[in-house]
């Protein structure tokens, strides 16, 4: 007797039927018995001198069908020689030498199966193998990721938890970033927490990500968690972020309604620290602000009403610098601001009611302290 092995499933879902398979081969020798225990308890037995020759014995948690039989379809030649072939069915037991069917199983089937093969006198051979099988709960939703927003900014870190809920045991978790798995070194394995009334188990994996670079060249990004549980068990979601710039630069344009000198300053002075608005030289300009730009806009009054000396009128506005150039609706804003201007004071001058320190316009664009990577 030699090559005695077992297949048994490394995990099944619980009310599944398990199939266990006892491999022998008898070289020749006359087969005695068939025997399986669960730990060290014999449940089932396989004895064909004996009648009946399937014997079950009851073992907690275990159902092992003997009655049950399937139909088996084989292809025969109805002639001798190259006759016509034929479908012929039979029915053979579920559970037999070397087959054995566990219907249903639950929670408590979970354990060590050992096949005991023994060989008919005079040798009285036997050996005997095993392997484990776990019964699987597999959860009845799919993992939840939580804490994730839509809209990021190169610099900024992804902070969110996967978790899922009520399995046993407890699901592997794995992020992915565009489906390739994410370093363990940004992932945070939480305690396994287990319900007590259930004894289900939850599992939830930290997310720690620093976006460093990541949305160089696209605008979009899938974060994705895996839930699995030994191979009856696999559940993903994803999540999809957004580089939040295209949504800053589409609220670049002036609104209706609102003043127009505000509305630019409300939106370049949030952010900086080190404005540079009181540079009215351009002394530092470079290096400040190397990629904005500054331009000398002046409008001269004189054409349309007299100007007493010293008077000037100075509008300064920061200007953003794109990567594809300046952004036209700050300029347009620019020479809207010119044209009323000398609208007003030119009909000022028409009903004689100029002042006579009027001043002559000088706008100055300065680079704004507010600048975009």
Not at 91 to 120: F, I, Q, W
Not at 322 to 333: D, E
Request: hydrophobic content about 35%; aromatic content about 8%; proline content about 6%.
């Amino acid at each position: 007797m030699k090559d005695v092995r077992v297949s048994v499933p490394v995990a099944i879902r619980r009310g599944d039927n398990a199939n266990l398979i006892c491999h022998y081969d008898m070289e020749g020798a006359e087969l005695y018995s068939v025997k399986w225990y669960k730990g060290k308890r014999e449940f089932f037995r396989y004895t064909p001198k004996e009648i009946p020759a399937l014997k079950s014995f009851f073992v907690a948690g275990l159902s092992v069908e003997v009655r049950a039989h399937e139909t088996v379809e084989v292809s025969t030649n109805l002639l001798a020689g190259n006759g016509p072939q034929a479908q012929v069915s039979f029915r053979r037991p579920l559970s037999n030498g070397s087959h054995l069917t566990l219907m249903a199983v639950e929670s408590m089937a979970t354990g060590k199966y050992s096949c005991e093969v023994s060989a008919d006198l005079p040798s009285f051979d036997t050996m005997i193998v095993s392997s484990e099988m776990e019964v699987v709960d597999v959860p009845v939703t799919k993992p939840l990721i939580t804490g994730i927003r839509q809209f990021y900014r190169i610099g900024d870190v992804v902070l969110g938890n996967c978790t899922s809920y009520n399995s046993k045991p407890a699901a592997n978790l794995t992020w992915l970033l565009d489906d390739k798995k994410i370093n363990e070194t940004q992932t945070t394995q939480y305690p396994v927490y287990k319900e007590l009334q259930s004894g289900l188990d939850t599992s939830t994996l930290g997310l720690v990500f620093h976006l460093s670079h990541h949305f160089l060249g696209r605008s979009k990004m899938k974060f994705s968690c895996v839930a699995k549980i030994h191979d009856v068990y696999e559940q993903r979601v994803d999540r999809w972020i957004e580089d939040e710039r295209p949504k800053l630069l589409a609220a670049s344009a002036s609104p209706v309604g609102l003043n127009p000198v505000n509305y630019v300053h409300s939106i370049y002075d949030q952010s900086s620290a080190a404005s540079s608005y009181h540079h009215h030289d351009g002394s530092d300009f470079d290096n400040q602000n190397s990629d904005a730009y500054m331009t000398q806009i002046q409008g001269d009054m004189s054409s349309s009403a007299p100007s007493a000396p010293g008077g000037r009128i100075i509008l300064t506005l920061g200007v953003l610098h794109l990567v594809h150039g300046p952004a036209p609706a700050v300029m347009q804003i620019v020479f809207s601001i010119l044209t009323a201007i000398r609208s007003v004071s030119g009909r000022r001058a028409a009903a004689g009611q100029q002042p006579k320190d009027a001043p002559a316009v000088d706008v100055q664009q300065h680079p704004a302290p507010y600048r975009t990577i």
